[in-house]
């Protein structure tokens, strides 16, 4: 059988065709190649030969919007900024105006609860590695159906593995690109091996990160310690913990701070914890089939879970409206 050729007529009929269960989820696109915001899932596409996708030349963010309000958005802004002096990498919208596309396509998607993904792409223009033949950045605003996190996570917690891929250098590890394939693996162990998570550790034997979550732990005698971010993402749910859990120092915990943790330390901790954007903070209740603590959430997770709903619904300078 010959292979089709196919018409532009053709190839839009067929886009229009699609159903596809997954695109109920697809709220709306902002493209600046397409030059304004998509609705239509089928639609939502960006150049084959634009580099973010062939060599992962692109940095991201994602985070949460409730009840029109996204959290922590200048935080996000501010790494992203980071990210691409880093890369030498155009943003090519002022950060007020990328502000009223997030806002104008969260509207566009009709839901108040919403996730948003954040794209800067090195731009397409050939499939090489030179990003001089990229023809302009580019920037993608994705809106979709907000993630729910199983009640059974927060309730009786999570399951840890440690990784075998290695740890990130220095460099690639601080920036959040979109070249992921490290992340993705992890993400394969964990549900091969029928855990939650996978954490890795550096060759002398710290914790570092999961595939898109930060970690930390509670020693028993109080301290509550989370991996340096030296080899990691400063991730910004962990490090707005840092600052909620500052709260609570000097009543349910004796300090906290950055440290290097070993593997055996966290065997051997009353509490530990997953951070991450679309679940906050989780217990950890085994790791690498060793029970921590009393193989519950304790009170401390209690504590700084209900310390980031609180977070997420009253404190205006963590908010940003974008109700209309």
């Given at each position: 059988?010959?292979?089709?050729?196919?018409?532009?007529?053709?190839?839009?009929?067929?886009?229009?065709?699609?159903?596809?269960?997954?695109?109920?989820?697809?709220?709306?696109?902002?493209?600046?190649?397409?030059?304004?915001?998509?609705?239509?899932?089928?639609?939502?596409?960006?150049?084959?030969?634009?580099?973010?996708?062939?060599?992962?030349?692109?940095?991201?963010?994602?985070?949460?919007?409730?009840?029109?309000?996204?959290?922590?958005?200048?935080?996000?802004?501010?790494?992203?900024?980071?990210?691409?002096?880093?890369?030498?990498?155009?943003?090519?919208?002022?950060?007020?105006?990328?502000?009223?596309?997030?806002?104008?396509?969260?509207?566009?998607?009709?839901?108040?609860?919403?996730?948003?993904?954040?794209?800067?792409?090195?731009?397409?223009?050939?499939?090489?590695?030179?990003?001089?033949?990229?023809?302009?950045?580019?920037l993608y605003v994705?809106?979709?159906?907000?993630?729910?996190?199983?009640?059974?996570?927060?309730?009786?917690?999570?399951?840890?593995?440690?990784?075998?891929?290695?740890?990130?250098?220095?460099?690639?590890?601080?920036?959040?690109?979109?070249?992921?394939?490290?992340?993705?693996?992890?993400?394969?162990?964990?549900?091969?091996?029928?855990?939650?998570?996978?954490?890795?550790?550096?060759?002398?034997?710290?914790?570092?990160?999961?595939?898109?979550?930060?970690?930390?732990?509670?020693?028993?005698?109080?301290?509550?310690?989370?991996?340096?971010?030296?080899?990691?993402?400063?991730?910004?749910?962990?490090?707005?913990?840092?600052?909620?859990?500052?709260?609570?120092?000097?009543?349910?915990?004796?300090?906290?701070?950055?440290?290097?943790?070993?593997?055996?330390?966290?065997?051997?901790?009353?509490?530990?914890?997953?951070?991450?954007?679309?679940?906050?903070?989780?217990?950890?209740?085994?790791?690498?089939?060793k029970k921590i603590?009393?193989?519950?959430?304790?009170?401390?997770?209690?504590?700084?879970?209900?310390?980031?709903?609180?977070?997420?619904?009253?404190?205006?300078?963590?908010?940003t409206s974008v109700?209309?």
């Open positions: 059988m010959q292979t089709r050729i196919l018409s532009f007529d053709q190839v839009i009929d067929g886009l229009i065709s699609l159903n596809r269960p997954h695109f109920v989820n697809y709220l709306a696109m902002y493209s600046s190649w397409y030059g304004g915001i998509i609705l239509d899932p089928a639609l939502m596409m960006a150049p084959i030969d634009d580099h973010l996708f062939h060599r992962g030349d692109g940095i991201f963010e994602a985070f949460t919007c409730r009840n029109w309000n996204i959290y922590a958005l200048d935080r996000h802004l501010d790494r992203l900024e980071k990210g691409a002096a880093v890369l030498d990498l155009e943003i090519s919208v002022t950060r007020p105006r990328l502000v009223e596309i997030i806002g104008e396509t969260i509207r566009a998607g009709n839901s108040g609860d919403c996730a948003v993904r954040l794209f800067v792409s090195r731009g397409p223009g050939s499939f090489s590695a030179n990003p001089y033949e990229s023809v302009a950045a580019q994705v809106i979709t159906a907000l993630p729910q996190t199983p009640p059974s996570r927060y309730e009786r917690g999570v399951i840890l593995k440690t990784s075998a891929v290695p740890v990130k250098t220095d460099y690639l590890a601080t920036v959040k690109t979109c070249n992921y394939l490290p992340n993705v693996l992890m993400k394969k162990e964990a549900v091969d091996a029928g855990v939650d998570f996978t954490i890795s550790l550096d060759e002398h034997g710290y914790l570092g990160e999961g595939a898109t979550e930060n970690i930390g732990i509670l020693t028993k005698g109080g301290d509550l310690l989370v991996p340096r971010f030296r080899r990691i993402l400063r991730g910004i749910t962990v490090t707005r913990a840092i600052d909620l859990a500052a709260t609570l120092v000097g009543k349910e915990i004796r300090s906290v701070s950055e440290a290097d943790v070993s593997r055996e330390q966290a065997y051997t901790a009353s509490e530990m914890f997953v951070f991450g954007t679309s679940v906050n903070v989780l217990p950890v209740i085994e790791f690498d089939g603590g009393d193989g519950r959430p304790g009170p401390v997770y209690k504590r700084l879970l209900e310390l980031f709903v609180e977070d997420e619904l009253t404190n205006k300078e963590m908010l109700a209309a």
